[in-house]
């Protein structure tokens, strides 16, 4: 089975602190993404990457950053955190390929509070 | 503008009944779709998908129709368990995207299923 295991299942931050949130998956999948969740707006994609030093943006990264130096590990940054980015983080990851062959496999998420 | 709804936020059925929840989108460029399932304090797991070149798609008590020309898919739960009793995402997926590059999804449906 696929897992993909966040650091941190709960975290509170201060306004314009720094935050980072690690993501690694254990299934050699080249596609990694972040989401995040909120009441009324579903899942929206923030950043993803389909290889180590790849990125690319997703729907909303204002914000944010993201980091992969290794296949297994994509991290997200908030480089100085904001209370409008109180919210559920989601990481997943999925192989290279069309969306019908290859869902995506969800990581448990990270509740980040920003006070 | 969002491309995925799912207008009811939350439905509650009997076990045993049926459950069916809904989706609208309004991009055609959508081809692929897929429901995704939610329980409190883990990621969302793929259920089940269906591709637009078919009206339907079953596997054991689940079972995804879509309507192209009304931009509408329905997931169909018969007959409902209290397991079942999660958050329930839909997801679409343009031509020609990569797996999960833009995977847009609707708002979610909490399902609740009674004893």
């Known amino acids: 089975d696929v897992k993909v295991t966040q650091s941190s299942r709960y975290l509170v931050k201060r306004t314009g602190e720094k935050v980072f949130l690690e993501c690694v998956q254990d299934?050699?999948?080249?596609?990694m993404f972040w989401y995040r969740q909120d009441p009324g707006l579903g899942l929206r994609l923030i950043y993803f990457?389909?290889?180590?030093?790849?990125?690319e943006k997703g729907d909303i990264p204002e914000g944010y950053s993201v980091s992969r130096e290794k296949k297994e590990r994509f991290s997200l940054i908030l480089e100085s955190a904001s209370t409008n980015q109180t919210s559920m983080y989601l990481c997943?990851?999925?192989?290279?390929?069309?969306?019908?062959?290859?869902?995506?496999?969800f990581g448990n998420g990270t509740r980040l509070t920003v006070t | 503008d969002q491309q995925v709804k799912q207008n009811s936020p939350s439905l509650s059925v009997q076990e045993g009944r049926i459950s069916i929840l809904n989706c609208d989108y309004t991009?055609?460029?959508?081809?692929?779709f897929l429901w995704y399932k939610k329980y409190p304090a883990e990621g969302p797991t793929f259920l089940i998908s269906?591709?637009?070149?078919?009206d339907k798609n079953e596997d054991g008590r689940f079972t995804v129709f879509l309507n192209k020309s009304a931009k509408h898919l329905s997931l169909h739960i018969v007959p409902s368990q209290p397991g079942d009793s999660a958050v329930y995402f839909c997801?679409?997926?343009?031509?020609?995207?990569?797996?999960?590059?833009?995977?847009?999804f609707g708002e979610g449906t909490q399902l609740t299923v009674n004893p």
């Open positions: 997943a990851s999925s192989l290279l390929g069309q969306t019908y062959n290859s869902p995506l496999h």
């Open positions: 299934m050699d999948h080249e596609n």
């Open positions: 990457s389909y290889d180590v030093k790849m990125k």
């Open positions: 991009n055609s460029m959508f081809d692929y």
């Open positions: 269906i591709s637009s070149i078919k």
């Open positions: 997801a679409a997926s343009a031509l020609g995207e990569t797996s999960g590059s833009r995977l847009t």
